[in-house]
């Protein structure tokens, strides 16, 4: 947990995170570390990276390579700003990447266009 006290967490917004998801006390810093690495280099700023781990804190016990792959997919589709969507939709990290692939298949045999199927993931929840 000291990583997210260095990030800039106050311990009453951790432990409503682990209220949440009591598995958060099982997860390594490393891997919180990784998936922090993984929001920046999508150019999250700090205050989306707070709102994401605010609103989801089941993605900090996925593990970061799972992250790495679903933003990669998100990003097959020319989503320009991942950071944004997943500020705007941050339970798309819930989901495996094979789900995501399955969903996106399916909106395409919908006839949806790909710009439509980008609205879907940004303001409705696919779940």
């Given amino acids: 947990m000291d990583i997210l006290i260095r990030f800039g967490f106050t311990m009453e917004e951790i432990k409503n995170m682990m209220d949440t998801n009591d598995k958060i006390e099982e997860t390594s810093d ?24 605010l609103c989801n804190p ?3 016990t996925k593990e970061s390579k799972e992250i790495k ?3 990669q997919k998100i990003k097959e589709i020319h989503f320009q700003k991942p950071a944004l969507l997943l500020d705007s939709n941050p339970y798309l990290l819930n989901m495996q990447t094979e789900e995501l ?23 409705d929840m696919i779940f």
């Fill in 30 to 53: 490393k891997n919180i570390n990784e998936i922090l690495d993984i929001l920046k280099n999508i150019d999250c700023e700090e205050a989306q990276i707070k709102n994401i781990f």
């Fill in 58 to 60: 089941f993605c900090l």
């Fill in 69 to 71: 792959n679903l933003i």
């Fill in 101 to 123: 692939e399955e969903w996106m298949n399916q909106k395409k045999q919908d006839n949806l266009t790909e710009e439509q199927i980008k609205d879907c993931l940004q303001y």
